[in-house]
């Protein structure tokens, strides 16, 4: 399956832009009438085949459309404080994109060490991505936002979500435990490698958040964020 990405996509004739059409024609070398799939990246998966394979501007005829491609039971929305080391950060975001995420918010924090976050590569990356595990669904790359201002956005009304602490007297429910009692529609924040602060924590229980504890090891922000893609991946497709 020849897959590509396209914002918008045209029916019946569409246009691939000129970084997919190079690829298509000069890369893969692609001719008149091979069978090629164009998503949008919001669940719309479209069949068609090539009218010309032109490096300037390849044109597909749509044959077939399938909308909610491979489409999840549930929302994930995963709030990561962007680390140090912009590439573990985009590395996350490459590897969520292939589990399955719908939502990824930078979220600056008081202890972060990277206090700005452009998302034009991250998306570039979740691109990418998307085609090489042939989804139709990549996630909405947000900008950066501050702690309070995420909590105060209005995203946690009405859903489930939590807050992954180490350092904290509050008492945690474990990742597993929160996921099979959560309802389909997730958020989860995951702090720097410092933790988020104990003001933080305050506040996002007061937001309606859950604190959840991801096990004894103390795990570097990406890696956290990821273990938690996969267990609510892993959760609902054995349900």
């Given at each position: 399956m020849y897959f590509f990405y396209s914002p918008h996509i045209d029916t019946?004739?569409?246009?691939?832009?000129p970084a997919e059409s190079v690829h298509c024609a000069r890369v893969l070398r692609l001719k008149e009438s091979d069978t090629v799939h164009v998503t949008d990246g919001k669940g719309k998966l479209c069949a068609g085949r090539l009218l010309e394979a032109n490096p300037r501007g390849c044109r597909v005829l749509?044959?077939?459309v399938t909308n909610h491609y491979g489409a999840r039971p549930y929302?994930?929305?995963m709030a990561v404080a962007p680390t140090?080391?912009?590439e573990r950060f985009e590395w996350f975001v490459e590897k969520a994109t292939e589990a399955g995420t719908d939502t990824i918010t930078p979220i600056i924090c008081e202890r972060s060490e990277r206090k700005i976050c452009k998302t034009e590569r991250s998306e570039r990356v979740a691109a990418a991505a998307l085609k090489q595990c042939k989804r139709a669904q990549m996630p909405e790359i947000r900008q950066a936002v501050a702690f309070q201002d995420f909590?105060?956005?209005g995203v946690l009304k009405g859903a489930q979500a939590a807050i992954a602490c180490c350092?904290?007297?509050e008492p945690r429910t474990s990742i597993t435990q929160w996921i099979k009692q959560a309802g389909n529609d997730l958020v989860v924040l995951i702090g720097p490698e410092g933790d988020f602060s104990p003001a933080e924590i305050e506040a996002a229980i007061q937001a309606g958040c859950?604190?959840?504890d991801l096990g004894p090891a103390i795990l570097r922000t990406e890696t956290a964020a990821l273990g938690v893609v996969f267990l609510a991946a892993s959760h609902f497709l054995y349900l």
């Open positions: 019946p004739e569409h246009t691939l832009s749509i044959t077939e929302r994930l929305h140090k080391n912009m909590l105060n956005s350092f904290t007297d859950t604190p959840i």
